[in-house]
T-cell receptor
């Protein structure tokens, strides 16, 4: 299996532009997570999906952020409009969340390093 | 309130020696899981080891072991016989019930440098 795939790996954009980050989870995994990592705030959970349905988006910083999962093999995280403070590494992770299975590890993608100028 | 606390921002160890990375947690959930991840300079997050709150024995995975002290709410990672390739950031995470699922919260991490 190729693991979790994220694209692009690096993104540099200007303030005000729309940014779309993409993620392909591991086949068969029914949970998908979006994280943001910064020096100031560490690794923050933004949103997670179960069977393509958003379950908890309380970590999404504001309305400029939106995430979708149109099918089991694809998810997007969109920032519109982008701001310099959105600069961070964005990780996508997936896991097989059998009910009650606390030990199901998350598999992380390589991350997208976003720089907003 | 911080749920996962890693008090050591940076640690140094001599190659081939053992090192302990501290992690304390806070939860009122009787059922939870604790994880450690490694993040090398290349940036990817690598799963190392898992401990369930009801597990009787401490988890071990090769050179990694988890010193789980439930009463003290600590889940320290022990790396035996350190190698240069162990130099990385290490994150402790706790998975607890949230929104009907088990969702992890990560600590701020500890930077480990292994000296030759």
């Amino acid at each position: 299996d190729a693991g979790v795939i994220q694209s692009p790996r690096h993104e540099v954009t200007e303030m005000g532009q729309e940014v779309t980050l993409r993620c392909k989870p591991i086949s068969g995994h029914d949970y998908l997570f979006w994280y943001r990592q910064t020096m100031m705030r560490g690794l923050e959970l933004l949103i997670y999906f179960n069977n393509n349905v958003p379950i908890d988006d309380s970590g999404m910083p504001e309305d400029r952020f939106s995430a979708k999962m149109p099918n089991a093999s694809f998810s997007t995280l969109k920032i519109q409009p982008s701001e310099p403070r959105d600069s961070a590494v964005y990780f996508c992770a997936s896991s097989s969340g059998v009910a009650g299975a606390l030990g199901n590890e998350q598999f992380f993608g390589p991350g997208t390093r976003l720089t907003v100028l | 309130a911080q749920k996962i606390t890693q008090t050591q921002p940076g640690m140094f160890v001599q190659e081939k020696e053992a090192v302990t990375l501290d992690c304390t947690y806070d939860t009122s959930d009787p059922s939870y899981g604790l994880f450690w991840y490694k993040q090398p300079s290349s940036g990817e997050m690598i799963f190392l080891i898992y401990q369930g709150s009801y597990d009787q024995q401490n988890a071990t995975e090769g050179r990694y072991s988890l010193n789980f002290q439930k009463a003290r709410k600590s889940a320290n990672l022990v790396i035996s016989a350190s190698q240069l390739g162990d130099s990385a950031m290490y994150f402790c995470a706790m998975r607890e019930t949230r929104g009907g699922s088990y969702i992890p919260t990560f600590g701020r991490g500890t930077s480990l440098i292994v000296h030759p």
